[in-house]
């Protein structure tokens, strides 16, 4: 009984602390951008602005939640459900410090991958479902891009298996104990970074929604919190990428002096903060560009990192 | 755990059952995409964990997205699901059903003449899947790739076209016209 409750209170504390995070993270997003485009950014609401996060969240409560007469009703209401639902299912296998995770599956990197690769529902479902030319647009790309980087990101991640011989996440990081997985598989990181940005459709990747082409991509015509899950889901997929990057590639929970946790933490807003910084530094590529750098550049370059590794790992 | 396998299995049995009765083609794939979640949970149940997360990686992942894409595309809606409707008679089901209470049967069958002793659940391990894929059945694997290798190559070439080039100043010349004066039009 009382491991039971360990874990429903693990699960519980996990879920608040990451929506919180996610809610925050619209405040620092728009600080950062603010600070790199010379401009002050939202300071007016209680300290450096950091109210304008609760400022939102209950306008996003109280705007009318408006389904269009012309939608699929039972579908459009379930897509955002999903993106929500399978990035917050993904942190149950990331070990944030030893003791403190929820689940330590044996397969634990295909879970989330598993995962990751369901969250491409929300955007077909949700384009579809509208009944809008424009979601649909943004609901075809959004598919075919998240298809197509899903490989790349399973590819880039099993060099990494290979040295460490396991699924397993906590076993990853302990393999990284004298020298950490970038080092070894500087490629895996850089293409698994790409994917992961190309999976929670950031900029510049955001080409699904991109708002100069298609009003809003798949979203235009959520409102309301239905808006809001698409959202904080969207944010959520930004830790669920970094923290697995500092997983796999960054030692983890490992560091000296500071306790694991810390570390962790540390890591993982680092890798946040790159995330706005990509969005702040980087056009977004046209739709065939995108695609064609997937398959004919990422594709072949993690095959052959993969035929390197393996001829590394026999000797 | 046995609680857990039966509900599971119920969950599965139902989806199925609202995939084949479904008029309306996206609904339809949505109950195909549980049954399949469900599948990989069975799978888990029996130890399979492996199996489990694969089948949600490339059917439910994968797969199924592509179902659903091609569905979207060609915009299914109202009309689909009238013509759903009258095709969907009872002269219909009755070749199928027939089959399938064939199979039935011999499964009862099958079921009592055993000596009743349950399934132990055990786990497989990512490397049991990969020795017996590599080894035993390694014909298997190869006939697999030779068969994808030909899709891939087909795919290729349907795909291909020659781009249109309207204007004249995009148009491709051959390498030694390069340096030349341009061509009098």
């Known amino acids: 009984m009382n491991e039971v409750f360990k874990y429903i209170l693990m699960i519980v504390i996990l879920l608040f602390t990451l929506t919180s995070i996610a809610a925050w993270l619209i405040w620092l997003e728009r600080r950062l951008l603010a600070l790199w485009q010379d401009r002050y950014g939202p300071n007016r609401a209680g300290p450096f602005g950091l109210l304008i996060v609760a400022a939102d969240t209950i306008k996003l409560f109280f705007k009318e939640d408006w389904i269009p007469p012309f939608a699929e009703k039972a579908i459009f209401v379930i897509a955002p459900a999903i993106v929500a639902a399978a990035v917050l299912l993904s942190f149950v296998v990331v070990p944030f410090a030893p003791g403190i995770l929820v689940s330590d599956l044996n397969v634990g990197l295909l879970f989330f991958l598993a995962m990751s690769s369901l969250g491409v529902y929300s955007i077909v479902l949700g384009g579809w479902a509208s009944n809008n030319k424009y979601s649909l647009l943004g609901a075809l790309r959004g598919a075919s891009q998240m298809i197509s980087y899903e490989v790349f990101m399973g590819l880039s991640l099993m060099g990494v298996v290979m040295l460490s011989g396991s699924f397993r996440l906590t076993d990853i990081v302990m393999a990284q104990t004298d020298l950490w997985f970038v080092v070894t598989q500087p490629v895996g990181f850089v293409l698994f970074l790409t994917a992961g940005i190309a999976e929670t459709h950031r900029l510049p990747f955001d080409i699904p929604e991109a708002e100069s082409e298609l009003v809003a991509g798949f979203h235009s015509e959520y409102s309301g919190m239905k808006f809001g899950m698409f959202f904080i889901g969207e944010y959520l997929g930004i830790i669920l990428i970094s923290a697995m990057v500092v997983t796999i590639f960054f030692g983890g929970w490992l560091g000296p002096v500071l306790p694991p946790l810390v570390w962790f933490v540390l890591k993982t807003f680092v890798f946040i903060v790159l995330f706005i910084l990509l969005r702040a530094s980087l056009p977004r590529p046209r739709y065939d560009q995108l695609m064609e750098y997937g398959w004919k550049f990422i594709l072949p370059v993690a095959l052959l990192n993969l035929l390197v590794t393996g001829a590394f790992a026999l000797m | ?185």
């Open chain 2, 1 to 185: 755990m046995d609680i857990a396998f039966y509900v599971t299995a119920a969950v599965t049995i139902l989806a199925t059952l609202l995939v084949i009765t479904r008029h309306n083609p996206v609904h339809a794939l949505l109950y195909l995409n549980v049954s399949l979640l469900s599948h990989a949970m069975l799978f888990y149940l029996l130890g399979a964990s492996f199996a489990a997360l694969l089948e949600i990686i490339i059917y439910a992942g994968a797969i199924m997205v592509l179902f659903i894409f091609v569905i979207m595309l060609l915009n299914l809606g109202k009309e689909t699901a009238e013509q759903e409707r009258k095709w969907l008679k009872w002269q219909v089901w009755a070749g199928p059903s027939l089959l399938a209470a064939v199979l039935f049967v011999e499964l009862v069958i099958l079921v009592s003449s055993s000596d009743g002793t349950a399934y132990e659940p055990a786990e497989v391990t990512p490397r049991e899947v990969a020795l017996s894929l590599f080894q035993v059945y390694l014909i298997g694997v190869e006939l697999a790739a030779m068969l994808l290798m030909a899709a891939v190559v087909g795919a290729a070439h349907i795909g291909r076209h020659k781009r249109l080039v309207l204007h004249r100043f995009l148009k491709e010349e051959p390498e030694e016209n390069v340096h030349e004066e341009e061509p009098v039009l």
